[in-house]
């Protein structure tokens, strides 16, 4: 039976000051009652969290769903939450935008040898290169959900030759689409890949020497996914061997990244402090406020995770 009550939300954002975001939720749910972690009644229907404890879930027994502030739902899963609780992830929430802005950026810089120039000039020299065509940068993105498809076509638009690869067949006006086994005739065809993919047990350490070793020779790298995605130490020995001639990677397996770290001072890689996409305050209230009045009327809602799948 539909909800006929106030709602009561627990937000649980323990990296974060979770005050603007709670009070931009209340303007669209006025009558609903908000608690920040750790100052939380045990009683909430729903939980919006990011960096959410084991503990904050430990001390709400009546949650009915919980929202993440992001579209990885790797740290929800990797906790003990009842399997009758839906988790609900942000569904673009003005990521996908973003996204494609960076990987157009370190796509564009790679290509018309940007990095190439800066480091040059920084070390006295002045000398110009051959022009290169878009057309000779196949590109492929790992992962067509809701933000990978976004920056396929995005990249698509601009006049390279796109190929995505999912788990399951997708179709794209523009993009041909590879899916399941054809992983490996994925990557052949692709000298710069996008990684999109969620993180989960088969998608762990995707991006290490076998599979890499299947780019085209000179290939680049972007990461935008998840740092568990790729084998660092292979991306460093691929380097090493002019397989891949660079890499633009903003997440990584530990954060924030040491500073010893080699990424920090390669010369071929660009390192980013895991900003390609930022949630958005309005546009993710406005779709989680919606969602919690969807579920409060009975109505089933979209974005809800298939544990199994992991996304």
Known sequence: MPTTTSPKI??????????????????????????IWPNCAADADY????????AFFDSQPKLKAVFA??????????????????????????????M??????????HVRRLDVYEQEIRAGGWAQHPA??????????????ELGSQMALRVRDLGFPVAGWSRTARSLSGIECFSGDQLNAFLARSRVLICALPLTAQTQDILNEANLKQLQTGA????????????????????GSGHITGACIDVLRTEPAPADHPFRHHPRITL????????????SMEQISQKIRALLAGETISGIVDRARGY
């Open 10 to 35: 627990a937000w649980c954002c323990p990296t974060i000051d979770a005050t603007p975001w709670a009070k931009a939720l209340a303007l669209r749910l006025p009558s609903a009652k908000m608690d």
């Open 47 to 54: 939980a919006i969290t990011w960096a959410p404890t084991q």
């Open 69 to 98: 502030l992001g579209a990885g739902m790797d740290a929800l899963l990797g906790l003990n939450i009842p399997a009758n609780v839906k988790l609900v992830r942000i569904e673009d929430g003005g990521m996908g935008a973003q």
């Open 100 to 109: 494609a802005d960076y990987v157009t950026y370190a796509l564009l810089r």
């Open 132 to 145: 290169q065509e878009h057309k000779d940068f196949p590109v492929g993105v790992l992962g067509l959900g």
């Open 220 to 239: 680049f790298i972007i990461n935008v996914a998840r740092g568990a995605h790729l084998v660092e130490a292979d991306l460093l020995k691929l380097l």
């Open 272 to 283: 980013t402090p895991h900003i390609s996409a930022m949630t958005l305050l309005e546009p």
